[in-house]
């Protein structure tokens, strides 16, 4: 299992119109099967960077093919361009009991 964090970096009080756009997109997978996103929000009163966070969990690492993105989500994407300085995304993978024995540990 992977765990999935989108970064959004965001312009100065942008923090909650970002967060509710990433809310969206979640949602819009979510439809299509992937697992519920957790979005926090960083900034605005709170100390470190403004930013937003969405992170999922999911079994595999795939592209993810324009063919496969919901109309919706592009044009979110487009909205969410607008109001953010950088969007990176993170991949870790979640350490268990079976695959720490898997390498011996």
Avoid: H
């Avoid at 950088?86 to 011996?104: A, Q």
Wanted: charged share 30%; hydrophobic share 40%.
């Amino acid at each position: 299992m992977y765990l999935v964090r989108r970064i959004a970096r965001t312009k100065p009080q942008t923090e909650w119109e970002v967060a509710a756009i990433l809310r969206r997109i979640c949602n819009a997978y979510e439809e299509n099967g992937r697992s519920e996103a957790t979005i926090m929000v960083g900034g605005r009163g709170l100390p470190g960077e403004s930013q937003v966070i969405a992170e999922w969990t999911q079994e595999t690492i795939e592209p993810n093919w324009v063919s496969n993105v919901p109309a919706s989500v592009r044009d979110d994407n487009a909205k969410l361009q607008s109001l953010i300085l950088e969007y990176l995304i993170e991949f870790y993978e979640v350490v268990t009991d079976g695959k720490m024995k898997e390498r011996g540990l």
